[in-house]
């Protein structure tokens, strides 16, 4: 696991000293050692130290380490094949390194080190781009070809680790976090119009190529690209993995239990694979409990296991005594975390600087209080259930996409019977579900007539309509699933387009903010594969039980009072509550000078939503916490909105 961070120049002029404030900028991430690459045309040197200045350098590459695997020199980075023909700098784990070095080896490869980098790299030099399929991990990565003089930068399957990129000075420039990217003198710092409104109006980022800045893009999950040092040619990012969504598995539900249970067992055996301690996240509910519950299931009495879990003081979100539960049934040891609206107030700047764009609800300060107190207690690795709620079905809104795909499958009484069921659901009802379920059956125009009348118009009154207007925005719905299997595409859409990119942002810049690295088993191709391949009624049951079969398969391995939860919490905070404790700190953000200068806000209408909301006669959203986000970062980073 590491930082990296790359300048790739046709006409050979780096200017090396810039080069290293972009590699210690990003130090939080590989605080273990620094390594340098300088390719010139006489050859690569490899050092730990700056080089001069003044040299003649085509392509430089750094690596920041955070020594999970082979702690020793030999897992040192950038690291070069014997042949000197490739170089690696890789940010990231394998986890299926031990099964791809014993093939190799069979095929007659020597190994220097036991760490999954040189796995990697050999086998990028044995198999090519297709080696990416072949990997069970998370990963961001660039290999120097010496021989073709290029680039071969790659992003994992689901976006677990970043990569980010920008053209500048006709150079070419990557780095794990976008902080890095903005030590480069004279880089635009201009809004990217349309990220703005997605952000602002549905919460979503860090979808696709395009970021909140014009001038920064990032390599998608599931992509590679290639940048040829000669004429620092780029190409457009080429997919190599996307989830498939077919025909449903003729399987019946136990047995589609019994191999869920096995697959999530072998995906978190493999990422238990660590030369360091190894922690957890527990928030208390079936994800988190069934990985804390797998890992005393795989590693027997004797492991140590420290679960992290945020405890809220408010009674309705706190989740302390499910967290209790699976602590006693598992004998883990609980650190228990509080933070408090003040602490919010405090940590703000820091936590706007670590997250590198604009975040969706004060929950990430929960997060990031997690981590903090794992580092404190001396935690390099840490286990979450990241990703499970979209690819199991665990939203409340997955339950308007299975009412959809039965109405559009015209199963009329089994439509009934779910809406009467479902609607029982905390936090449901029957409007609700209906509202819902009218956004995937209802044309786009009568859905906009819909959408208004109820509240949810797409171009709110707390937003510039004019200034969207004027810069080509044009105001949309989430995405239109047009099939019949309604939830199997919004479980698609989830993972990979609106919902689980940006969660993933927030755990690894909340991790590596803290030098952790945080690993989620539910995101392997081969669990995604399968859950996506199974019946819909096996997801989200006939009563609206959310995640119905990965529930049978945890029985017997986690508390049945845990699996049979309706309710769904996972580090939320009190938001509302610490606003209006917040009310003078809010009002002056809203009313600052910063506000005016983000052209996308309306001022006047923000204000009025906010006293709306203090009066109970609007309801309370996290598009409040998002304005003031967006102003906030929008003055930290100097944000154009031209």
Request: glycine share 8%.
């Amino acid at each position: 696991m590491c930082g990296i961070a790359g300048f790739a120049s046709a006409d050979g002029s780096i200017d090396s000293a810039l080069f290293e404030r972009l590699a210690r900028r990003i130090g939080h991430r590989g605080p273990d050692d620094l390594g340098y690459l300088y390719y010139r045309p006489e050859g690569v040197q490899l050092s730990r130290e700056l080089c001069c200045p003044k040299s003649l350098t085509c392509c430089a590459l750094a690596s920041r380490r955070l020594a999970i695997l082979d702690l020793g020199e030999q897992g040192w980075q950038p690291m070069g094949t014997s042949d000197g023909r490739y170089y690696i700098v890789f940010n990231g784990e394998i986890y299926n390194y031990l099964e791809l070095r014993n093939q190799l080896e069979g095929m007659g490869h020597q190994f220097r080190s036991q760490s999954d980098t040189e796995v990697l790299l050999t086998a990028f030099a044995y198999w090519g781009k297709d080696v990416l399929n072949r990997l069970v991990g998370m990963f961001a990565f660039a290999i120097l070809d010496t021989m073709k003089r290029c680039l071969f930068l790659a992003r994992d399957f689901f976006g677990i680790k970043p990569l980010y990129y920008t053209i500048w000075r006709e150079g070419f420039v990557f780095s794990s976090e976008i902080k890095s990217l903005l030590e480069l003198p004279d880089l635009k710092r201009r809004a990217n119009a349309s990220k703005t409104y997605l952000y602002l109006r549905f919460g979503e980022t860090d979808q696709g190529t395009d970021t909140l800045l014009e001038q920064v893009q990032q390599i998608p999950p599931g992509h590679y690209m290639e940048v040829q040092l000669d004429h620092t040619q780029v190409t457009k990012p080429i997919c190599y993995w996307k989830p498939s969504v077919g025909q449903s598995v003729d399987i019946s539900f136990e047995e589609a239990a019994r191999r869920l249970r096995d697959l999530f067992l072998e995906n978190v055996g493999l990422h238990l694979r660590s030369d360091v301690p190894v922690g957890a996240a527990l928030s208390g509910g079936i994800d988190s409990s069934s990985i804390v519950s797998a890992m005393r299931h795989l590693q027997g009495p004797n492991l140590e296991i420290h679960a992290f879990s945020f405890i809220a003081n408010e009674r309705e979100i706190n989740e302390e005594r499910w967290i209790d539960l699976l602590g006693r049934s598992a004998g883990a040891v609980i650190h228990k975390v509080r933070a408090s609206s003040d602490g919010l107030a405090h940590d703000l700047d820091a936590l706007i600087a670590t997250q590198d764009e604009p975040f969706g609800s004060s929950s990430i300060y929960a997060q990031y209080r997690v981590f903090q107190v794992a580092h404190q207690t001396g935690i390099k690795v840490m286990l979450d259930g990241q990703g499970a709620d979209e690819i199991l079905g665990g939203y409340r809104y997955f339950l308007a996409a299975r009412l959809a795909s039965l109405v559009r499958h015209r199963k009329w009484s089994d439509a009934a019977r779910f809406l009467r069921q479902a609607s029982t659901t905390p936090g449901t009802g029957a409007f609700w579900l209906l509202s819902r379920t009218a956004d995937h059956l209802l044309p786009e125009n009568v859905k906009l007539l819909a959408r208004r009348a109820i509240g949810r118009d797409l171009l709110s009154p707390w937003l510039n309509s004019k200034w969207f207007a004027d810069h080509g925005v044009v105001p949309r719905s989430s995405i239109t699933r047009n099939g019949h299997d309604v939830l199997r595409q919004q479980l698609l859409d989830t993972t990979m387009e609106t919902s689980l990119p940006h969660l993933l942002r927030y755990e690894d810049r909340n991790s590596m903010a803290f030098s952790i690295e945080s690993r989620v088993p539910f995101l392997t191709p081969r669990f995604v594969d399968f859950m996506l391949s199974l019946p819909e009624h096996y997801v989200v049951a006939p009563d609206g039980t959310s995640k119905a079969v990965f529930r049978r398969a945890m029985r017997e391995l986690v508390p049945n009072e845990i699996l049979n939860r309706r309710d769904k919490i996972g580090f939320a905070t009190p938001e509302r509550a610490w606003l209006t404790e917040l009310r003078p700190w809010v009002e002056q953000c809203l009313a600052g000078e910063g506000v005016a200068r983000v052209a996308p806000l309306d001022r006047f209408g923000m204000l009025r939503e906010w006293g709306q909301v203090l009066r109970g006669r609007s309801s309370f959203g996290s598009h409040i916490w998002r304005c003031i986000n967006l102003v906030k970062w929008s003055e930290q980073q100097s944000v154009r909105y031209e």
